[in-house]
């Protein structure tokens, strides 16, 4: 469970990789592909559109031309003296002669004119009489259509022609299909301004717009609108919602209105001049069919490009990740098998091929550091056992000077029991291996411990003068480090001396530094003088001092020899420390005391 959220939680590196390549390319590029598909959807939309809004432009003006020619046709009929004539019956006429004069006229009209095989026209006189270019379903009269009340406006003058939306066909079924024309009445007068008869040319728009459909590439229908939105007629269903919503919608449009609803795009073109509107409804999915093959397609592509590219990815990233995962598991292994591993650097290159060497060095030089440390292990554990070994001598010894020192007071001889309590005192103090620094006061006692067993030996040839800082007594300082210095003043510097030698012990601190000194009238230090001269001063014991400092210290001590123009001085110096007691007026805090 743990991996699995470690997993989700993308919290090793190969799934941080395939993070960083989802977020950066794969998702930008996702986006950046579906919007381009989302375009050129959009781009192809927006052509249709255009192209369906140019072809009902066309439409329209095909439909106006259909138009005026009516208009004209009717304009030049009522200018004719002939037909004047024939409707008033002043020519005095027969009636076939009557009809053939109006067959040429028609047949004038149709070559003269702009042939259209959807434009009937027919004229009639008060006499009951109709003359026709087409042959009548039943022939009309003047009386009957001037009662209508759409042609009231004809009948009383107000109007000199009319437009009728949805009058009854009277066309044969043979010569047409639809049951609705579109009309134009014009009033015929004489030269007195009198009504002689009636202009009536009929459009046959529903065979008009079917013909039109078939003329184009793309099979769509077409509607006629009249002027209150009302469907006068069309190819295709007239039932249909949503194109009855859409032009209920497009009623509040004075210029051209489109909408894509569902699999159909509707689109209208209105005609001012007569205030109806043509409508179309085209089918997407005859041009977007290809579209969404081609999409499918795209999106297929897409989704195995990007399955493939996942799968690469996940290779390279396997492949990258691997020498990783084979060093954590040597790292692993490093502290289990005890520094003995070793990473194969044969199948490595560039970066991790430097990994590997890297890695392999530092097992290498962690197993020559614990090589050293054993081997230093080893010298410590022989060291601590000869130390121990050699403390046994030190301990008979000291038994042996306390008898000694009993011995020579039972027989009165209190100078030989000083010296031994003095003896017995250095004794103790160096088998204390739990303290390496005492306060100034106990190593100026075993100093003067040592002083006084070397008077003994000299007869008092030599005198010690103390000089020291007071407030000193409790600084802490190496301990037996006055008395090499003393050892080394007394038998290099003062044996070979005719007269009293003086001595010089001085302890004093400066700028944070504790200074013990150690200066003497003696033979002088001479560092190119030959190893049998009177005075050597690279002694075992200022060895022994320096090297205790340092490892007390480290490189805040220093020893220094300084000759004198009679004698030398040695002088220490180390950080200072105080360490009084509290009853002793010491401060209560430890780690405020003076450094």
């Known amino acids: 469970m743990k991996d699995r959220l470690g997993f989700f939680a993308f919290s090793s590196l190969k799934n941080r990789l395939f993070l960083v390549f989802l977020l950066l390319i794969l998702l930008p590029y996702s986006f950046l592909h579906f919007r381009s598909v989302a375009q050129i ?15 009902l432009e066309q439409l329209k003006l095909m439909f106006e031309d259909m138009r005026g020619m009516a208009f004209r046709v009717a ?46 026209y027919s004229l009639l006189d008060r006499g009951g009489r109709q003359y026709a270019s087409y042959t009548p379903k039943q022939p009309l009269t003047y009386d009957e ?12 003058g107000g109007e000199s022609y009319v437009w009728t939306e949805q009058e009854e066909s009277d066309l044969r079924t043979e010569d047409s299909k639809s049951a609705r024309l579109i009309t134009l009445y014009s009033v015929f007068r004489d030269g007195q301004g009198r009504q002689i008869g009636l202009v009536r040319i009929g459009i046959d728009f529903q065979a008009w717009l079917s013909s039109m459909v078939r003329s184009f590439p793309i099979t769509q229908d077409f509607y006629m609108l009249g002027g209150q939105g009302k469907v006068l007629g069309g190819t295709g269903d007239l039932t249909d ?39 179309s409804r085209f089918p997407l999915q005859l041009f977007f069919g290809d579209i969404a093959a081609v999409k499918q397609r795209v999106f297929t592509t897409f989704l195995l490009f990007t399955l493939l590219f996942v799968v690469i990815t996940f290779f390279i990233l396997s492949t990258l990740t691997r020498p990783l995962r084979l060093l954590q598991k040597k790292m692993a292994e490093v502290a289990d098998k005890q520094l003995m591993t070793h990473l194969s650097t ?76 003095s003896l ?24 003067e411990a040592y002083v006084s067993i070397q008077s003994f030996r000299y007869d008092q040839t030599f005198e010690i ?68 001269a009177a005075r050597k001063r690279k002694s075992i014991g200022l060895r022994n001092v320096k ?42 805090d430890v780690e405020s005391a003076a450094r």
């Open 41 to 55: 959807e959009q781009s192809f939309t927006d052509q249709i559109v255009r192209q369906n809004t140019e072809q």
């Open 75 to 120: 304009v030049r009929l009522e200018k004719d003296p002939v037909v004047a004539g024939m409707l008033s019956g002043s020519e005095g006429l027969s009636e076939a002669e009557r009809r053939k004069r109006m067959d040429d006229l028609w047949n004038d009209i149709k070559s003269n004119a702009l042939p259209s095989p959807f434009v009937y």
């Open 145 to 156: 259509l001037m009662e209508r009340p759409e042609l009231l406006a004809l009948k009383d």
């Open 241 to 279: 919602t949503a194109l009855l919503s859409f032009i209920r919608d497009a009623g509040g449009y004075a210029d051209g209105y489109n909408r894509i609803d569902g699999a159909y795009l509707y689109n209208t073109m209105p005609i001012p001049a007569m205030g109806w509107t043509l409508a």
């Open 346 to 421: 044969g199948s490595y290159k560039g970066e991790l091929l430097a990994l590997a060497r890297a890695f392999n060095q530092m097992v290498s030089d962690l197993q020559g550091l614990m090589r050293r440390l054993k081997a230093e292990e080893r010298q410590k554990e022989a060291v601590r056992f000869q130390m121990l070994l050699s403390q046994m001598n030190p301990h008979f010894l000291l038994n042996t000077l306390n008898v000694v020192k009993w011995n020579v007071l039972g027989k009165g001889d209190e100078e030989t029991a000083a010296i031994c309590v």
């Open 424 to 447: 017995g005192k250095l004794l103790e103090t160096s088998l204390n291996e739990e303290t390496d620094l005492i306060h100034l006061h106990e190593e100026r006692e075993l100093t």
């Open 465 to 532: 003068r103390w000089e020291c800082e007071p407030g000193l007594d409790y600084a802490l300082v190496p301990k037996l480090s006055l008395q090499p210095l003393v050892e080394n003043a007394i038998f290099h510097g003062l044996s070979n001396k005719d007269r009293e030698g003086i001595i010089w012990i001085r302890a004093y601190a400066e700028s944070g530094r504790c200074y013990l000194e150690v200066e003497d009238n003696g033979a002088g230090w001479n560092p190119a003088a030959s190893q049998n």
């Open 547 to 588: 090297e205790r400092l340092e490892l007390l210290f480290k490189h805040e001590a220093a020893l220094d020899i300084l000759p004198q123009p009679e004698g030398t001085r040695v002088r220490l110096g180390f950080p200072l420390l105080v360490a009084a007691p509290y009853s002793e007026g010491g401060n209560p």
